[in-house]
């Protein structure tokens, strides 16, 4: 069969299926392909920035930023992505960034809502990265925040290891309105499992924070469930929290568990996840870009807080 025929989708992992079955729904096929369609060879190539999703070396997954000028990301084939940059510096996902790792992407221009997903493995680890991408889809665009970023100076930071969740980092937690979720399937699932990188987006507040604990919503989405498929064979997660204000970024680890039929849950959510934070990473002003606030999605102004 060509890779380019479009009807090649691969099926849902057992995991995805036993979320859906929890669910009570579930997508009927997975629209995921072994390829990347022209149209999103296309879109990376446009992107400033890259969400990335690896593991570190006790197999936790780990979410990261790449960046660089728009076009920074290529597609030679259908198969592959180059990416012409490296972690930034002091980023703690960085040893993950190694030949023959997985590695789980996410490409979503703020400014459009467009969003698109791969995952694969690293190739090569040389002046930039090469991905060979095993799994291909696009996502719709609810729960996305407008934003128009403007690229600026930024200088080396200083890693911060937190022994928990700060002030500062709650306080970022619960404000924000969009961050990024890195999970993996479980050993044994085979081809049609790996590393995955999502998008998560509410209103500001969306994100409950008690304690070391975050209690977030699931809102409707595609009924993929890749991310709480993956959740429910392996709890491990990878988190990542921008300020777009200063640029700080914040890094988390953290191990999740799910509560299918919440009693009481905001507006708009179907479940609730639990993260049990257990490792935080701060780097303050190493986001390259300032950004202009635009508009809330018309989901996400339908969708309540905690």
Not at 120 to 148: M, P
Request: proline letters at 7%; charged letters at 20%.
């Amino acid at each position: 069969m060509s890779p380019r025929d479009g009807s090649a989708f691969l099926p849902f992992h057992e995991d995805e299926l036993a979320a859906q079955a929890l669910a009570g729904q579930g997508a009927g096929r997975a629209a995921i392909r072994s390829f990347m369609p022209d149209q999103h060879r296309a879109f990376f190539a446009l992107l400033p920035y890259l969400f990335a999703a690896t593991l570190d070396e006790n197999g936790w997954p780990m979410a990261s930023v790449l960046t660089g000028e728009p076009g920074f990301v290529q597609s030679p084939d259908p198969t592959t992505l180059h990416i012409a940059a490296r972690p930034a510096a002091g980023d703690p996902a960085s040893a993950g960034f190694a030949v023959g790792a997985g590695i789980g992407l996410i490409g979503i221009d703020f400014t459009t809502r467009r969003r698109n997903r791969a995952n694969g493995r690293l190739l090569a680890v040389d002046d930039g990265l090469t991905v060979r991408v095993a799994q291909s889809f696009g996502n719709c665009a609810q729960y996305i925040q407008t934003r128009t970023p403007t690229p600026r100076k930024t200088v080396p930071a200083v890693l911060e290891q937190l022994a928990g969740l700060d002030d500062t980092a709650r306080a970022l937690v619960a404000s924000a309105d969009t961050f990024f979720v890195a999970s993996r399937s479980r050993s044994g699932i085979g081809a049609e499992g790996g590393l995955d990188m999502s998008h998560r987006g509410g209103r500001p507040g969306f994100v409950g924070v008690q304690g070391d604990t975050l209690v977030i919503p699931d809102f409707r989405g595609n009924r993929f469930y890749n991310t709480l498929g993956n959740l429910l064979g392996d709890p491990r997660a990878g988190l990542i929290f921008i300020n777009f204000g200063s640029g700080d970024i914040l890094q988390l680890q953290g191990t999740a568990t799910i509560d299918w039929h919440p009693i009481d849950a905001p507006a708009g959510s179907e479940r609730l996840w639990r993260i049990k934070v257990e490792r935080a990473w701060r780097r303050r002003r190493v986001f390259p870009f300032s950004w202009s606030f635009g508009d809330y999605a018309p989901t996400t102004l339908a969708t309540g807080i905690r």
